[in-house]
Structures are given as C-alpha cells and as structure tokens.
C-alpha cells in the first residue's frame, strides 16, 4: 500500500496525490495519512487505484487542494507512506518552498522504496 499527500505549514491534510491499495481494509495501516484525513473514507474512495508493480513512476500535484481549489504560493509537506500486509511500513516527507520554483529535495529510500527527487514547481 502506497499514498503520497501534501499538508500545508500548519499540517493540514491539503491533497492526496495517490493512493495504491488493492484492498480497502487495509488502507487504515497508513496509519499517519490515515489519521491526517482524520479517518474520512470518501478520501479512500476519491484515490484508491490499484497497486502498482515495482518501477519509477512520476506523480504530479496541480496546485488544487482535495475540492478542486487552487492553494497559494507557500511551504508545503510532502508526504510518502508505504505499508505492507503484515509487513514493513515506512514514511518519508521533505518541506518544499513552493512558490516561483525552488530547489528540488531529495528523500532517501527505505526498506520499501527507493530514493526519489521531489521539486515544486511555480504555484
């Protein structure tokens, strides 16, 4: 299971980007994205896509919070949670200045992903 979200500076859930889980059930072992949606399953329903195979994929976050709504220019979180059925679970996240571009961050791998380049791009 895999879920990749944004918070603003003050924590607050602003956008679940993606949500990789093949079964619902389970979705509570994201337990730090689970209790920043403050457990609401209609984010469960508005993400979940199946899991993907192991590989290099590019995800994209156009700016909008979870209604549709443009954010503004700010530091925003972002957020990598990867959990496994009785399994291992890990969690990642990098503050980006996200406002005329900025620098990229680099998060680090764990025992469930690799390391990934992270950049904001102009808001």
Request: charged share 20%; hydrophobic share 40%; glycine share 10%.
């Amino acid at each position: 299971y895999v879920v990749v979200w944004i918070t603003g500076a003050n924590g607050v859930h602003v956008r679940t980007i993606a949500l990789w889980a093949d079964n619902s059930r389970y979705v509570p072992e994201l337990y730090r994205w689970w209790t920043t949606i403050v457990r609401d399953r209609t984010f469960v329903d508005a993400a979940t896509r199946a899991t993907r195979a192991p590989g290099s994929y590019t995800l994209e976050w156009d700016g909008r919070d979870q209604t549709g709504k443009a954010v503004g220019p700010g530091p925003y979180t972002f957020w990598i949670e990867v959990a496994y059925e009785r399994g291992p679970h890990n969690i990642k996240s990098t503050v980006l200045p996200c406002a005329t571009g900025g620098p990229a961050a680099v998060l680090e791998g764990g025992t469930s992903f690799k390391s990934m380049t992270v950049q904001c791009n102009a808001l």
